[in-house]
């Protein structure tokens, strides 16, 4: 059975920096599609960030125009571990996260993925 387990939300300053977490249990890490979605109340899910896992490290990554240069998508292999670290954040931020994967063979540009795993979510609070 495949968990995504999320840590890290919290809530910040305008300007402070969160780093998200997700581990994935019973998923064949080393290839497949990853991502974080936001979903504020009342907006549509937003693909932020996406990272094709391969073998040796993440490659195709992608990032929505709204978080370019903010934030970064990582990965460390060996905890089977997706980071989401986000800088100089705003209040436009604020979001629930999920994490989720897909066992694709790339990340489309397009950001837009059917992910068929997800994590349960992580608030995450910018206050101005």
């Known amino acids: 059975q495949v968990r995504l387990v999320e840590s890290g939300g919290g809530s910040v300053q305008t300007g402070g920096s969160l780093r998200l977490s997700c581990t994935a249990y019973?998923?064949?890490?080393?290839?497949?599609?990853m991502g974080w979605v936001r979903q504020a109340p009342g907006k549509e899910r937003e693909a932020v960030a996406t990272?094709?896992?391969?073998?040796?490290?993440?490659?195709?990554?992608h990032y929505a125009d709204s978080v370019k240069g903010r934030f970064t998508i990582l990965q460390d292999r060996a905890e089977n571990t997706v980071y989401l670290q986000m800088n100089r954040l705003e209040p436009e931020d604020t979001a629930m996260y999920y994490c989720?994967?897909?066992?694709?063979?790339?990340?489309?540009?397009?950001?837009?993925?059917?992910?068929?795993?997800w994590g349960q979510g992580t608030q995450v609070t910018v206050s101005s």
């Open positions: 019973g998923y064949e890490y080393t290839s497949g599609c």
């Open positions: 990272m094709f896992v391969a073998y040796r490290e993440g490659r195709d990554t």
């Open positions: 989720a994967a897909a066992p694709s063979n790339f990340c489309p540009t397009s950001m837009v993925v059917d992910f068929g795993y």
